[in-house]
């Protein structure tokens, strides 16, 4: 098998049910895996050496500052991200073994953008705005970088992004519990964000967009497709948007609190 001259590089904690996977589809096809853990406590690190010694400790502090930094380690010219719940699909491996040597030598590509392919409870999902969830993922390191604040961290490049067409594989939660601790953990960020972008909630905010997330996943997206897991996919995606659009109006709640707090001591 031909190693490409490819950096993967991945950022991880806790991941040992699924990290063996993700580095099985790309082991033997690049040249250099690089591995950052947030202090894991379970075997992930042990199994991770099983295919590189470049693995570091660092500790988190935001999904962008952690995968810069993570680029920034590794050799090659070309880096690829995945994350630790992601493998290439088959077919993303064969496309990139063929196209690669060819798109490398035109110095206007600086990217390559692959569709996601989320599988979810017991079946991948095609519709709900799940897919194709097009993600830039391999990229030249000296023109693309991640942005972004705590949550959705976004690949920016300065050049051309050539769209490829096999999945990248996201196997993103275990179970429904699964599911709604991610809920809980990443509406507390993105509620933190739109605060720090000066945006404000209600009722009425907190209301209207719940029911809007579900409308537009049922009827524009056509969730319903996807049969019950589509169903539950939406339930879920809804209990997101109030989730954080609650915790945002807590937010409010609690400064005014502290103001009227500080107010009496002066």
Not at 119 to 131: D, M
Not at 229 to 258: D, P, R, V
């Amino acid at each position: 098998m031909i190693r490409l001259p490819i950096s993967v590089y991945i950022i991880g904690y806790n991941e040992e049910k699924k990290i063996k996977d993700c580095l099985e589809s790309v082991s033997d096809i690049v040249d250099e895996i690089v591995f950052v853990d947030s202090h894991s406590t379970d075997s992930t690190v042990s199994i991770v050496r099983e295919y590189t010694t470049k693995i570091y400790t660092r500790d988190f502090n935001s999904y962008t500052d952690q995968k810069n930094y993570a680029q920034s380690l590794c050799k090659n010219e070309w880096v690829l991200n995945l994350d630790c719940d992601e493998r290439l699909s088959p077919e993303a491996r064969e496309e990139l073994l063929n196209k690669f040597p060819s798109i490398q030598e035109n110095p206007e590509i600086v990217g390559i953008s692959f569709p996601r392919l989320t599988f979810y409870l017991y079946k991948f999902l095609r519709h709900g705005g799940w897919y194709p969830d097009r993600k830039i993922r391999l990229v030249r390191k000296c023109c693309c970088a991640w942005e972004g604040k705590r949550l959705h961290e976004e690949m920016k490049c300065k050049g051309n992004i050539v769209p490829f067409q096999g999945d990248i594989l996201h196997y993103s939660f275990d179970s429904v519990d699964d599911h709604l601790k991610t809920i809980m953990k990443f509406s507390e960020m993105g509620a933190q964000d739109l605060w720090d972008k000066g945006r404000r909630s209600s009722l009425c905010t907190m209301v209207a967009r719940t029911f809007w997330t579900g409308f537009r996943k049922i009827f524009l997206e056509f969730a319903f497709l996807d049969g019950v897991a589509g169903i539950i996919m939406t339930g879920f995606s809804m209990a997101a948007t109030w989730s954080k659009y609650s915790k945002l109006y807590l937010l409010q709640k609690k400064q005014i609190l502290n103001q009227k707090g500080n107010s009496a001591v002066q």
